[in-house]
């Protein structure tokens, strides 16, 4: 067979544009097929409310340090989100309110033995396998964790709560091993993994990193153009596109969402663990709303269990003399992004004295291209599905946040898992043509 090029990659997130620039570098002729019109992924900064937002993946930081190297590479800079003065806490039905410090203080408990634990089960945290004996832990989720514990009912309620936040879905369908990997990548301190997770931004956006990493490179993108169809053949593969388009390659990166993997036709079909894993789908099913309010509002943040609309609120930007929100919840099909008075209605759970002006996000869980928000396990996944999800098919490799080893779920397991998949194709091809 002729191959046009030497690889395809499916997808341009940043573990596609990662694995692109890559193998480019190293003098592969390499091929980007990206079917939305701009490049990112689930990340995607857009003008919205009268600012630049992010409509997806927002936060970074240097304890990841895959993404950190990047940010240097690229000579980018970052900016820290608010810090809030008061917390309002919603438990037992009842609305309260403190300062920040003793709202740790009320959650640090369960945190604490949660963060301990990390350590035992993940004590290499980029080696996710390291300790034996996982299929204790990992059929649990972060519900089933707090309720083992002798905890307060409303320090139980409150912690699995922030939890069901940092998983973009309901408690009792999130994986305990992912929390436990997440702490463990925070050094085992769950004040740092807040921090890590929520407390800067790049000043210039998430795209302006993207774009810095597709031009480094010198690879084809070609945006617009949705796969349809990967066809092993010979020592490579055919890649056929929505247009009718066919690119051979000698090998292919997909680095599709886990939930759109069967929107593929894979010939052969792809392994029975693969397509589990895919109908099993990922425990993130939630939303991100940007809410803009009139006035200057001072920093808060806000949390709720997860039976509620919306489960997290904090003010992240001014404009105008206007507060920009940003907010979470874990149920996507129980409220859109873009509802404005079901935003309002979520919102006034915490505060009635808001006065909402405008709200703006993009519904993932709907986005053909995604159907998730940040990959997060369920409760089996990291034992029953990760190391299945990572096996080449054939010329095939898979690469994506989802299947990272360390900071997975976020822009920093996208990069590693582009790195190493390229590191692997760069060995493959080496011997293939010597």
């Known amino acids: 067979m002729d191959f046009s090029h030497d690889v395809v990659v499916v997808g341009a997130g940043f573990a596609g544009l990662t694995a692109a620039r890559e193998l480019s570098l190293r003098g592969r002729s390499v091929a980007v097929l990206e079917a939305r019109d701009r490049i990112g992924g689930r990340t995607w900064t857009d003008e919205r409310l009268g600012r630049r937002l992010e409509m997806g993946g927002t936060w970074v930081h240097w304890l990841q340090p895959h993404t950190w190297s990047e940010i240097t590479r690229y000579g980018l800079d970052v900016e820290p989100s608010p810090s809030a003065r008061t917390v309002h806490w919603i438990a037992d039905g009842t609305v309260h309110k403190s300062d920040a410090a003793a709202f740790d203080e009320l959650i640090a408990a369960g945190m604490d033995r949660l963060a301990a634990d990390s350590r035992t089960w993940f004590p290499l945290p980029y080696r996710p396998f390291h300790r034996a004996g996982l299929d204790e832990v990992d059929g649990r989720s972060v519900a089933d964790y707090f309720a083992a514990l002798d905890l307060p009912p409303v320090e139980r309620e409150v912690t699995t709560g922030v939890w069901a936040e940092h998983f973009n879905g309901p408690a009792a369908e999130s994986g305990l091993t992912q929390a436990m990997r997440w702490c463990a990548a925070a050094s085992g301190d769950w004040r740092l993994l807040h921090e890590a997770t929520s407390g800067y931004r790049l ?200 299947v990272a080893d360390g900071w997975a779920g976020f822009i920093d397991g996208a990069i590693e898992s582009g790195l190493t998949t390229a590191r692997a194709i760069t060995a493959e091809l080496r011997h293939a043509l010597a």
């Not at 993108?221 to 055919?238: F, K, N, Y």
């Not at 990922?282 to 609309?309: C, M, N």
């Not at 409220?335 to 519904?363: F, I």
């Open 203 to 402: 000043t210039a956006g998430t795209a302006a990193l993207a774009r810095a990493i597709a031009h480094d490179g010198n690879a084809e993108i070609h945006l617009g153009t949705p796969v349809t169809a990967i066809r092993q053949a010979g020592s490579g593969a055919v890649v056929t596109t929505a247009d009718g388009q066919r690119f051979t390659a000698r090998r292919v990166v997909c680095t599709l969402p886990l939930n759109v993997l069967d929107t593929i036709e894979f010939l052969p079909d792809l392994p029975e663990p693969k397509l589990a894993a895919n109908a099993e789908r990922t425990a993130s099913q939630g939303l991100k709303t940007w809410i803009r309010v009139r006035g200057e509002v001072e920093p808060f943040t806000a949390y709720a269990p997860d039976d509620h609309a919306l489960t997290f609120v904090r003010p992240e930007y001014t404009v105008d003399g206007d507060t920009i929100l940003v907010a979470f919840g874990t149920r996507a099909d129980r409220l859109s992004p873009n509802d404005h008075e079901g935003v309002v209605r979520a919102l006034r759970a915490w505060r009635d004295d808001l006065d909402v002006v405008e709200v703006a996000g993009h519904d993932w869980m709907r986005d053909e291209f995604s159907r998730e928000t940040w990959p997060m396990q369920r409760p089996g996944q990291l034992t029953g599905s990760l190391r299945a999800l990572r096996e080449p098919h054939g010329p095939v490799h898979f690469a994506g946040s989802d």
